[in-house]
């Protein structure tokens, strides 16, 4: 069985791309066939925070306007044998994406024996965005610590309720889960940012990750190696947490508090 | 944070963002899956009551409530002390 998982947040700029990356190397790492997609068509990235933006040669609307194979657009990942990139395509627009195109694509990844299929949304609610969640199985809705992202993303769980395959089906509808980013647990303390429990009881979803705020994401971008792949980082241990959560392992939440000050600490300030 | 922090009291603006989205969310949700006309049915019927009656914007509530299979459309309006 192959498992779509659309990862989306309606506002941008929240850390899909990064966590569509993360969340593809991680399940690849645990020996799944996964193939992740790029829906952002104009504005494709996920190539570089994978680093292979100098192997695109065929894109997701190049198969789907039957103008290569798929075979021939997928990109395969340097570091994990398991793992293949789809891009956007930079120059058409977003009406090159057609829902029956993009089922068809889904369809022969299924014959090829994917496990997973994780799509990158792009931002806001428009065709790329829906396309991207149309057919999902699964949803990981990224969420920052913040009253836009909060509220964005709840009409993203609105329109997952309601204009899906699954929604439509009256099947169960999409599972949802919710992924914390840019997690301050210092700033949570100090009453300056949500808790993850606050975001939790406002959105009503399941916690599948909280990814604390580090400098460990930009460097990973700027050298295009998914942040999952630095072992040393907080960042990869939350993303491999939030895989295993995925894949119905019960793991506690880390990085989610500062360790506690001593009283002098507290008395005297620090 | 020193020795007063311990005895402020003003609300976390955390604790003021969640109160706001609280209430967002929850007024965002309800209007929801409503069929697509109810904004311009409110508007309509307001403007019918008042050519009758000078009722406040707010006095008018639509609701569809789902009750098994059948789907009813409530109505209310509160009309002002003087009118009665």
Do not use: W
């Amino acid at each position: 069985m192959t498992e779509i998982i659309v990862v989306t947040s309606g506002k941008g700029g929240v850390g899909k791309t990064t966590t569509s990356a993360s969340l593809a190397c991680g399940l690849a790492r645990r020996g799944k066939k996964v193939a992740v997609i790029d829906f952002d068509i104009g504005l494709r990235n996920l190539d570089l925070i994978m680093g292979c933006e100098r192997r695109v040669v065929y894109d997701f609307v190049n198969v789907i306007q039957n103008e290569c194979t798929l075979r021939q657009a997928l990109i395969k990942d340097k570091r994990l044998e398991t793992l293949f990139v789809l891009a956007a395509s930079q120059t058409r627009d977003k009406d090159a994406l057609t829902s029956d195109g993009v089922r068809r694509v889904f369809d022969e990844l299924a014959a090829e024996g994917f496990d997973y299929i994780i799509c990158d949304s792009p931002a806001g609610i428009e065709k790329g965005a829906h396309l991207a969640m149309y057919f999902a199985d699964r949803a990981v809705v990224v969420v920052n610590p913040e009253v836009s992202s909060v509220r964005d993303s709840d009409r993203i769980l609105g329109l997952l309720a309601s204009k899906t395959h699954r929604a439509e089906q009256g099947n169960g509808g999409v599972k949802e889960h919710l992924l914390l980013t840019r997690y301050s647990p210092k700033r949570v303390a100090s009453g300056e940012m949500m808790s993850v429990d606050d975001v939790k009881e406002i959105l009503g979803l399941d916690v599948v990750g909280v990814v604390p705020e580090s400098t460990d994401v930009l460097q990973a971008s700027n050298a295009g190696v998914p942040v999952i792949l630095n072992d040393e980082s907080d960042v990869s241990r939350a993303y491999e947490d939030a895989v295993a959560r995925l894949l119905g392992e019960t793991v506690p939440l880390r990085f989610i508090s500062e360790p506690k000050k001593g009283f002098f600490a507290r008395m005297f300030g620090g | 944070m020193g020795l007063l922090a311990l005895f402020r009291r003003t609300p976390s603006s955390a604790n003021v963002a969640k109160e706001r989205l609280r209430i967002i969310v929850a007024q965002e949700r309800s209007a929801r899956g409503g069929p697509d006309y109810m904004p311009l049915l409110r508007r309509e019927l307001l403007e019918v009551i008042r050519k009758y009656v000078n009722v406040d914007p707010g006095a008018v509530q639509i609701n569809v409530e789902r009750d098994g299979e059948h789907e009813v459309l409530e109505f209310s309006v509160a009309l002002p002390e003087k009118a009665r």
